[in-house]
């Protein structure tokens, strides 16, 4: 995985699930201001259905063709790299909002 912003500049996008909960959205957004506030890049929020293929993407939440992360605790959450791509998705409400509130206390 390459650096996600480098320079005030950035090739990623931030991906929601087209059919998303309130809480994905949330989190999106929080992404997408504090990583505005770190660097001064302001990745766009598409839905998935929006998705431009030939580039990166921060995805956040649980897409549509995903089933449950299948974690064992009401709000858990996995951030994992997927090829280019970055994930962050929890269980259902909370856990997509930890997920990108860890990776934003990792990044300091």
Do not use: C
């Not at 998303?20 to 998935?48: I, N």
């Amino acid at each position: 995985m390459q650096n996600i912003i480098l320079k005030g500049e950035s090739d990623y996008q931030i991906i929601i699930p087209t059919h998303r909960t309130q809480a994905e959205s949330y989190a999106a957004e929080q992404l997408q201001d504090a990583l505005f506030s770190m660097t001064g890049a302001k990745l766009p929020v598409r839905w998935a259905s929006q998705r431009l293929p030939d580039r990166p993407a921060i995805l956040v939440g649980r897409m549509e063709d995903e089933q449950e992360p299948g974690l064992w605790d009401r709000d858990s959450y996995e951030i994992l790299p997927q090829g280019r791509d970055l994930v962050l998705r929890g269980t259902a409400r909370r856990g997509t909002i930890y997920a990108v509130q860890a990776l934003l206390e990792w990044l300091g």
